[in-house]
T-cell receptor, first 108, second 113 residues
Framework: GQNIDQPTEMTATEGAIVQINCTYQ??????LFWYQQHAGEAPTFLSY????GLEEKGRFSSFLSRSKGYSYLLLKELQMKDSASYLC?????????FGAGTTVTVRA | IAGITQAPTSQILAAGRRMTLRCTQD?????MYWYRQDLGLGLRLIHY???????GKGEVPDGYSVSRANTDDFPLTLASAVPSQTSVYFC????????????FGPGTRLTVL
């Protein structure tokens, strides 16, 4: 089976940095995704990693270590609109297995 | 239509009733998926279709069926709804290029009483 773990909740202050960790154990691996989901809305794509290393997209960066089964999503210069759930998902045989999600609350 | 749509937006259903959730995409994506999302459990794959005419079972397929008669539509049917099927259902699609990024519909909130 698939096992994808991420923290349930995190709280941070506006303007700060937050790092959301994700560890995974899956039978296959074709890449790792991060999605953002605001309350009551659909998940939207944030980032994709398939090779080890850091991918940067503006205020968001995502890191992958395949040997350690580990990824993190880094959110910089936090804004109130970043309050959302962040979902880690592993592509195994071209189907996604999702972690339960991390709810990030940004406080003023 | 722009992207992926789902209907209905929400539904309250009596246990034992049959229900079909509709999903339509206009992106000509080959692959489509149905997930359910429950608090604390995240998104779980119910059924998927890699291309029109084919379907496969996901992690939690029991009590659900799907069909894929054409590229655009991927309906999910609950033959006899039970309260444990109360959930938010998301449909998604992907063309697999450059990677398997999935685009999600707005979701259907289903309550089975």
């Amino acid at each position: 089976g698939q096992n994808i773990d991420q923290p349930t909740e995190m709280t941070a202050t506006e303007g700060a940095i937050v790092q959301i960790n994700c560890t995974y154990q899956t039978s296959g691996f074709n890449g790792l995704f991060w999605y953002q989901q605001h309350a009551g809305e659909a998940p939207t794509f944030l980032s994709y990693n398939v090779l080890d290393g850091l991918e940067e997209k503006g205020r968001f960066s995502s890191f992958l270590s395949r040997s350690k089964g580990y990824s993190y999503l880094l959110l910089k210069e936090l804004q109130m609109k970043d309050s959302a759930s962040y979902l880690c998902a592993v592509d195994d045989d071209y189907k996604l297995s999702f972690g339960a999600g991390t709810t990030v609350t940004v406080r003023a | 239509i722009a992207g992926i749509t789902q209907a209905p937006t929400s539904q309250i259903l009596a246990a034992g009733r049959r229900m079909t959730l509709r999903c339509t995409q206009d992106m000509r994506h080959n692959a489509m998926y149905w997930y359910r999302q429950d608090l604390g459990l995240g998104l779980r794959l119910i059924h998927y279709s890699n291309t029109a005419g084919t379907t496969g079972k996901g992690e939690v397929p029991d009590g659900y069926s799907v069909s894929r008669a054409n590229t655009d539509d991927f309906p999910l049917t609950l033959a006899s709804a039970v309260p444990s099927q109360t959930s938010v259902y998301f449909c998604a699609s992907s063309d697999g290029s450059p990677h398997n990024e999935q685009f999600f519909g707005p979701g259907t909130r289903l309550t089975v009483l």
